[in-house]
């Protein structure tokens, strides 16, 4: 049932956003093949042992790693009593979105914020931060619960745990290789010493790569899902205005909070940056406001046309 109201759910796709993120994933699940072949050909006669091992990693992060980011950030589920206009204002989206209602959270932070956790919409989670109920208007707040929830409905959370798995894949399998039995046991082998150069190489350009295409993908999935809010509320409006508000904002909290914050910026709806040069807003996960507002501003054009 979940997976029928699913592919009915009423968020507008975007099939040029949606060609390129199933590409980027496309060339991230090749690099991945071509890494594992590698390790494969340069540590023969290990490859059940590394199979496994790449394997179990995998099921780890799918099944974990939306719930420890959560911890991480401190969300706290509450229910309509303790939380009713939160509780009402996801209610009304998943009404026009005709999807079933998460569980529903809130984080004690005074960075304005919201995030979406879960694989799949049974294991969802959509949470504000008090910061962000504080500073936003219903309407604001309902495009950001929006923008969360299609998350939520296009399954973006269970995309880029598979996305990155890649290279959490390299960084582990590098220190595997290296100081484990396999290394010592082909001690006599002239390969060996071959091996053990080239495995952190070739581990080091996998990570980069598949880096740089996660982020790639990420920024797409950001885009996309303020379209699908934007188009599902009527509303992209009130969406850019919560978006300047929120980017606004942060300039005022303290860099303690914001580097708290910092490194679940692939969850946040708009990334916390502890400084204005830092590297992350090179490599970010999300697009620039400019790039969000554009597209919103385009939105909203188009809808206001007889």
Request: hydrophobic share 50%.
């Amino acid at each position: 049932m979940a997976s029928n109201r699913a592919r009915s759910s009423r968020f507008t796709p975007d099939r040029g956003l949606t060609t390129r993120m199933v590409t980027t994933m496309f060339l991230i699940g090749l690099l991945y093949v071509v890494f594992v072949g590698v390790l494969l050909a340069l540590v023969r006669g290990a490859w059940p042992v590394i199979l496994l091992g790449a394997g179990a990693l995998f099921v780890a992060q799918f099944w974990f790693s939306d719930r420890i980011a959560a911890r991480g950030m401190g969300a706290r589920e509450v229910s309509p009593e303790e939380a009713p206009e939160l509780h009402g204002a996801v209610d009304r989206i998943c009404a026009l979105a005709d999807m079933p209602k998460p569980r529903v959270a809130i984080a004690d932070s005074d960075v304005p914020n919201a995030f979406a956790t879960g694989r799949s919409q049974k294991t969802a989670l959509v949470c504000a931060t008090t910061g962000l109920l504080r500073r936003l208007e219903p309407e604001e707040l309902e495009g950001v619960l929006a923008h969360e929830l299609s998350h939520v409905a296009h399954r973006d959370v269970a995309v880029m745990t598979i996305a990155s798995f890649l290279g959490v894949l390299a960084g582990v399998m590098t220190r595997f290789s290296l100081y484990s039995g396999l290394g010592r046991a082909g001690r006599n082998n002239g390969n060996a010493a071959i091996a053990m150069i080239l495995i952190p190489l070739v581990s080091a350009a996998v990570y980069a790569i598949s880096f740089l295409l996660t982020r790639l993908l990420s920024r797409y999935r950001e885009l996309a899902a303020d379209r699908a809010a934007a188009l599902l509320t009527g509303r992209p409006s009130a969406l850019a205005a919560a978006l300047t508000k929120v980017t606004g904002e942060m300039a005022r909290i303290p860099t303690r909070d914001l580097r708290k914050a910092e490194p679940y910026n692939a969850f946040w709806f708009a990334p916390a940056f502890s400084s204005r040069e830092s590297l992350s807003r090179v490599l970010s996960s999300h697009p620039t406001l400019e790039q969000r507002l554009e597209q919103l501003g385009r939105i909203s054009a188009r809808l206001a046309r007889p």
